[in-house]
């Protein structure tokens, strides 16, 4: 334990570094007698401060330090002291310096009486520094919520307990800044906050919605405001039963039912309901819907909409069966987003390609998973076509005639040639040429095959598992860059 000081080294400290010294002493320490000695013989201003400032200094002290004509950062100090005695405060309300009234508007000491002097205060950040103090009164509070100064009034929304007749005067402040501040951040109970739900102001229940807890029929109020906007951000936030869910799918206004359609966990009924809505808008929200039942997704993948289909093919918890259903869509744009899924089966590939469109081939090409045969027909069509990506796939099939391979063989594009070296039915002259091609990649990929024990002879010899993937490294970046 620190040993308590003796007059004369304490009298040395505050005459030596005053500042340091009212510091050292903030929690207390020095004996009440040899306080007593030196306000006997406090001549030197910094040893009057220091007296003002120790937070232990008798009362007595204290009136009589403000009885005299101390210089300001004196009477500072007296005007912050925690125990400064109500006559003080009373005559520093009025003291000419700003800083002892602003330390007097901080003090959470002061008394209604000086608060309500202080209100009205020439000076904003006196007022500003009095409407901070969590000391005043209601009276005081509803005195500050009048102030001109928004910043004043602002300032009051900081208290832990508000008045209640301050916070509705600020609620219902011609700045319309501020009454979205109070609504949004003022400590309020369940009522008020009702109370302002229910008045359907748009300024109000805006500013409600920036709270990040609301009760529960406060968020009911606000799904019936009148304002789309508040609606919307409401029933995204409030928890609805089943039955509720029912009634806002039946909406009048689309808004609301294209929300309810986007909500995760929809019951099968409401999105079955919601399947057979007359606005698109609603239908293409539900086909987006993550949560969406497979056999309402067969329902909207026959939907006449392009826009419906087009949400359904980039939902991406899609049933199968609907994504067969999109395979078949006379919409181009729909088949191109199925086309690069990564879930396609073999079946979902050739309903892909069952009309022979490029685009759709295309995409299929850069679907980094697909592992499946190109349709003899289709490979035959593409062996001279402008897109090496398509030469390439159709390199890849084991149903080309030898002229057509030879043709492949000696193909401008590389990926073209790359893709003839996995042939697996590749005839043995044209696998050894390929292994001289000028393509490291080329040769390497004949000689790799080359050296391999021969495949089974089946009738529909596909090419090995995974080939689609490795040949189409980088092809599309080259497709136009390409000649025949």
Wanted: hydrophobic residues 45%; negative net charge.
């Amino acid at each position: 334990m620190t040993a308590a000081p003796t007059k004369e080294s304490l009298l040395a400290e505050i005459l030596g570094h005053p500042d340091e010294a009212i510091r050292a002493y903030r929690g207390g320490g020095v004996p009440s007698a040899i306080l007593r000695e030196l306000a006997a013989e406090a001549q030197h201003p910094d040893l009057r401060r220091f007296l003002a400032a120790y937070p232990e200094t008798p009362a007595r002290i204290l009136e009589q330090l403000a009885a005299g004509d101390e210089p300001e950062t004196v009477r500072e100090a007296l005007a912050a002291h925690p125990r400064a005695p109500r006559a003080v405060l009373m005559q520093l309300v009025s003291d000419p310096a700003l800083r002892v009234r602003l330390a007097v508007a901080a003090n959470r000491a002061l008394t209604p009486q000086v608060a309500l002097q202080l209100a009205e205060d020439e000076a904003v950040p006196v007022r500003l520094a009095l409407a901070g103090n969590a000391a005043i009164s209601p009276r005081a509070q509803a005195q500050l919520a009048a102030d001109p100064s928004s910043a004043v009034r602002s300032a009051l929304l900081g208290k832990a307990r508000l008045d209640s007749e301050t916070q509705r005067r600020l609620a219902e402040a011609d700045d319309p800044l501020l009454r979205a501040e109070t609504i949004a951040t003022a400590e309020a109970n369940d009522s008020a906050l009702l109370a302002w739900a229910d008045s359907d102001q748009f300024v109000a229940q805006t500013a409600l919605l920036l709270r990040s807890k609301l009760p529960g029929e406060v968020l009911e109020s606000l799904c019936f405001s009148t304002h789309p906007v508040v609606q919307r951000h409401a029933l995204e936030r409030h928890h609805l039963s089943t039955d509720e869910t029912l009634g806002w799918s039946q909406s009048e206004q689309p808004s609301v039912r294209v929300l309810i359609a986007e909500r995760p966990g929809l019951p099968p009924g409401i999105q079955r309901l919601l399947a057979g809505d007359a606005i698109a808008d609603v239908r293409r929200a539900l086909a987006g819907n993550a949560d969406l039942h497979e056999a309402v997704a067969g329902q909207l993948a026959e939907d006449l909409d392009p826009a419906v289909q087009t949400a359904l093919a980039l939902n991406a918890s899609l049933p199968g069966d609907a994504l067969s259903v999109l395979c078949q869509s006379p919409s181009v744009v729909v088949r191109k987003l199925v086309a690069t899924r990564p879930e396609l089966t073999i079946e979902q590939v050739a309903l892909l390609l069952g009309d022979g469109n490029e685009e759709v081939a295309y995409h299929l090409a850069r679907n980094d998973v697909l592992e499946c045969e190109v349709p003899p027909e289709m490979a035959r069509s593409w062996v001279t076509h402008r897109l090496p990506s398509l030469r390439a796939l159709a390199a890849s099939s084991a149903d080309l005639a030898e002229p057509a391979m030879a043709s492949l063989a000696r193909d401008p594009a590389p990926m073209v040639r790359r893709a003839l070296a996995w042939n697996p039915v590749l005839p043995g002259a044209l696998r050894a040429q390929l292994t001289e091609d000028v393509d490291y990649l080329v040769a390497q990929r004949a000689h790799v095959v080359t050296t391999e024990p021969s495949p089974p002879d089946t009738p529909s010899q596909s090419a090995p598992k995974g080939f689609l993937k490795r040949l189409l490294d980088r092809i599309l970046d080259r497709d136009h860059n390409e000649t025949q």
